[in-house]
């Protein structure tokens, strides 16, 4: 029976988010012991979290009948501190998730258009599509964002633009001269959100926060992640950087209590584990180095990565992707960003990231009208 009442006409043609199969899930499914998977699907830290994190958060699970710090007063400061930036202009979400939404409820209604890249991330068009936006798609070039079309695509019912930098979850980053020029001509009445989840994996970028730290411009917002580099993607935080204002606005909307206790515990202790850092980032650089030279050697083209993921052309990736999952490898299928062709494959430890291309070389030669 139907509903008895009428839902919200944008749900209707609002798809479901898919993440990356969980282990326990795949190995109920195809009977494996759980054990024997390995999940290299949803570009998570292989090494776990910095043990200066685990620490900390085994110390407040005794506290966990408490609220947590509504407004993360000490994780919030530290963090400021470290960007060299205000308080006032920083925002937690649980998960960088969360604020993409307070941008739909700040900004988005019904006529206004949101600018994002093809191939760019899946939760820009659902975050536009639930509030009613329309979206924009530019062409991408080489997998990646097209920044002069995108600009040359602002109208004024433009009020959001999407540049994930470097891009999920093709890998690519954009050209520096490209990333300054948009800075320069984007229009004051958009608001320029860089995704930059996977910016600590890049040795060189273009170092926007002293943009935001001076107030010059007002209309860029920067978005950044706990889940990625510093493995913290259980306890979902992410942050933004942005005016003082915006973030007013943002605090508005946040729901109280929004950043659990375990997740400040563990951020404030990783934040101080560089050495943990360099270990995430040296495994990252060899196991992209890796991949690279496995898929020459198989003669399988790739999109190059500057994130701690990489994109391969297996032919059908779904049926490569359902051939890994039953000898217990968890990869991502990219039909849902309209490239059938291709798996992303998260960069995991040495041993994990062998298993995969032994997995991947059976699965390559004993499927039909597959790449050599």
């Known amino acids: 029976m139907p509903l008895p009442f009428a839902l919200n006409s944008h749900l209707k043609s609002l798809a479901v988010y898919q993440p990356g199969r969980p282990i326990q899930e795949v190995a109920r499914e195809h009977g494996l012991n759980p054990e024997d998977v390995i999940k290299l699907a949803s570009n998570e830290n292989p090494l776990g979290p910095s043990p200066k994190a685990l620490a900390a958060m085994r110390q407040v699970l005794d506290k966990s009948h408490l609220y947590p710090d509504g407004s993360a007063f000490?994780?919030?400061?530290?963090?400021?501190?470290?960007?060299?930036?205000?308080?006032?202009?920083?925002?937690?979400?649980?998960?960088?998730?969360?604020?993409?939404e307070f941008i739909g409820h700040a900004l988005l209604s019904e006529g206004d258009e949101v600018i994002v890249s093809q191939y760019g991330f899946a939760v820009y068009p659902l975050i536009t599509a639930l509030f009613g936006a329309t979206l924009v798609e530019v062409p991408?070039?080489?997998?990646?964002?097209?920044?002069?079309?995108?600009?040359?695509?602002?109208?004024?019912?433009?009020?959001?633009?999407?540049?994930?930098?470097p891009n999920n979850p093709t890998g690519t980053m954009a050209p520096r001269e490209q990333v300054v020029n948009l800075l320069n001509e984007i229009p004051p009445h958009v608001l320029?959100?860089?995704?930059?989840?996977?910016?600590?994996?890049?040795?060189?970028?273009?170092?926007?926060?002293?943009?935001v730290r001076s107030s010059l411009k007002k209309n860029l917002l920067l978005l950044r992640t706990f889940s990625k580099v510093y493995g913290l993607a259980g306890h979902r935080l992410g942050y933004g950087i942005g005016n003082h204002e915006l973030i007013a606005a943002f605090e508005k909307i946040r729901q109280p209590f929004n950043i659990n206790a375990i997740a400040q515990a563990g951020a404030m202790a990783a934040l101080d584990d560089e050495e943990h850092l360099e270990r995430t980032l040296g495994n990252n650089s060899q196991g992209l180095a890796f991949f690279e030279n496995e898929f020459f050697q198989m003669k399988l083209s790739y999109v190059p990565s500057h994130a701690n993921f990489i994109l391969v052309r297996v032919g059908s990736g779904n049926q490569v992707f359902n051939a890994l999952q039953k000898i217990g490898v968890i990869t991502r299928p990219m039909g849902g960003y309209n490239l059938p062709d291709f798996i992303r494959i998260s960069i995991g430890t040495p041993q994990e990231n062998a298993r995969c291309i032994q997995a991947l070389r059976a699965v390559m030669s004993e499927l039909p009208n597959q790449p050599a």
Request: overall charge negative.
């Open 192 to 211: 320029l959100v860089m995704d930059e989840a996977y910016i600590e994996f890049l040795r060189d970028s273009v170092d926007l926060l002293p943009l």
């Open 140 to 165: 991408a070039v080489e997998f990646g964002h097209d920044l002069p079309a995108m600009l040359r695509a602002v109208t004024p019912k433009t009020r959001v633009m999407f540049v994930a930098n």
């Open 74 to 100: 000490y994780l919030k400061t530290k963090l400021a501190d470290k960007l060299g930036i205000g308080t006032d202009q920083l925002i937690l979400g649980n998960g960088s998730n969360e604020i993409i």
